[in-house]
C-alpha cells in the first residue's frame, strides 16, 4: 500500500506525525477533506468549521487529522506509519470512505473502515472510537446515497456498545424532510458550509464528553 502520489500529501502527513510525538492530545479527528475542513473558514461565503472546532472542540485538547481526498486506503497507511506513534488519544472520531464510493463497493469500503478500526486498536488498544457514518451526498436520493446507505448499515455493526467503537449516524439531520440536501448546508452537496459544521458539532459533542469520561 502507498500514499497519495502527492508531496503536499506527504507534508501534511509528516507534519501530522510531528503533533503525534508532541503529545497531549485527547481526542482526534480522522478523515478527508470533510474533517479538513473543520480548520478552516471562508467568512465570504460561509464554509468551514474553525470558528466552532475552535469553541467547541480545540478545548478538549483535539488534534485534526483530515486530509482532502483521502481514502479509507490512505488513512490506513497514515496510521501505520506514525500518525499515532507518541499518542493514545482517549477518542477517535472517525468519518471516512466517501472517495471511495467511485471505485469500490460498499462492502469493500466497509472493509476499509473497519481496517482503520483494529488498526487503531492494534496502536492504542484503549482509545475509544466515534465511527460515523458516511455522510450523504448528492442534491436528492439516488443511487450514490443508496451505497452510502449500504456502507452504513455494515459498519454499524462494528458498535459494540461504545465499550471500544460507538456508531453513529448523524446523516439524517442535513437532510430536508423529503430527503434532498439544502446547499445551505453542504454548498456543493458533499462539503459543509458553517451551518452545517454547527449541526454535526451538535450532534457528536455530547457522544466525544460521554467516551472521554469513559
Partial sequence: MSPQPDPNWLKRHEGFV?????GNVDVLFLGDSITDAWRSFDEKNSRGGKRIFDKEFAPLKTANFGIGGDQTQHVL??????????IKPKVVMLMIGTNNMAAHSAEQIALGVEAIVKEIHKRSPSTKVLLLGIFPRGNKPGAIRDK?????????????GGKTVKYLDIGGKFLEPDG????????????????GYQIWADAVKGEIEKLLKG
Fill in 18 to 22: 510531528e503533533i503525534a510525538k508532541r
Fill in 77 to 86: 497507511w497514515r496510521i501505520q506509519n506514525g500518525e499515532l506513534d507518541g
Fill in 148 to 160: 452510502i446507505k449500504e456502507c452504513n448499515r455494515i459498519i454499524a455493526k462494528l458498535d459494540d
Fill in 180 to 195: 434532498t440536501l439544502p446547499p445551505e448546508i453542504m454548498y456543493d452537496y458533499l462539503h459543509l458550509t458553517e451551518k
